[in-house]
């Protein structure tokens, strides 16, 4: 059960959550691949920006020089926010930004919104929205959908689980950097949904590293299976970017590593468990992938699983034939 919000707070919560969006301050806290895109779409809109010092220093520089300021610790990024986007590696990236020392519940005003982009547990995530809660803050949810390119342009989707006041301040701000957003319903049904969708695609990746493989070894070149595939119904978006790299070689055609693909497959079973549904496919797709991180391949991308499938089997998908 959430815990009740203190009465010392109540006023903050409901006068902080009809907060106009011209009076937003907003801090960004993971400004790697996706979220250098949606830092620079969420300056670019006029938003005051805060973000905090990462460990590629190239990022930051050009948020700032684009009129950003820098924080040193989330404690402090907080101290200067009222809205505070997450995109970090998972739900204990989360919480050691939440409420690790000089964390961001050492600094937030009440009325503050966290909103976290991760892809993370949804369990984790309920949980955490109780606590800030209590705290007189709130918590989003908001995964997405799309690559790094797409974040660039402010073409992402997000998938957002928050309450109604929560998600009317927090989706101006989402607006500069998502193409589609979809309020999903309450805090975590974002995550829930986001592990649906990395199913699929993740499920499709392992799908296509075998399909690619046994073609290659019948005599079925990846030239072959796609010139039948592209433009058919089975072809998609993910598709395209997983096929850039099977066919051209192209390792940035999709950025997204098999270590963070082990991750969302391993949440997807936690919850699977903890609603007592039997996911076999789910458990397959996972073990594709987590024989090729435990290979030592964890920070090749996606498309690349089909390499290591191919090498299991004693063949290239480079080899033209």
Known sequence: MPHPVPASHQSYRWENLKMSATNESVGFIGVGLMGQGM?????????????????????????????????????????????????????????????????????????????????????????????????GLHLADAPLGGTPAQAAAGQLSAMIGASPEVFARIKPVCDSWAQKIVHLGPVGDGHKMKLLNN?????????????????QKIGITPQVFDSVL?????????????????????????????????????????????AGVANPIGNAVKNSFAAAVASGHGEDYVPMLSDWIAGLNGISLADKG
């Open 230 to 274: 592209r433009g058919s119904r089975m072809d998609c978006g993910f598709y395209q970017t997983f096929m850039k790299y099977v066919l051209e070689r192209d390792r940035d055609a999709h950025k997204f590593t098999l270590n963070n693909a082990l991750k969302d497959v391993r949440y997807l079973e936690s919850v699977a468990n903890d």
């Open 199 to 215: 199913f699929l695609s993740l499920g499709y990746a392992a799908i296509y590293a075998e399909a690619l493989t046994l073609g």
């Open 39 to 135: 830092a620079s779409n969420i300056v670019a809109k006029g938003f005051p920006l805060t973000v905090m010092g990462h460990r590629n220093r190239k990022p930051v520089e050009e948020l700032v020089a684009a009129g950003a300021t820098e924080a040193k610790t989330p404690k402090e990024l907080a101290a200067r926010s009222t809205i505070i986007f997450l995109c970090v590696t998972g739900s204990p990236q989360v919480e050691a930004v939440v409420k690790g020392e000089s964390g961001i519940l050492a600094g937030a005003k009440p009325g503050t919104i966290v909103v976290d982009c991760s892809t993370s547990d949804p369990t984790v995530t309920v949980r955490l929205a109780a606590e800030l809660e209590a705290k």
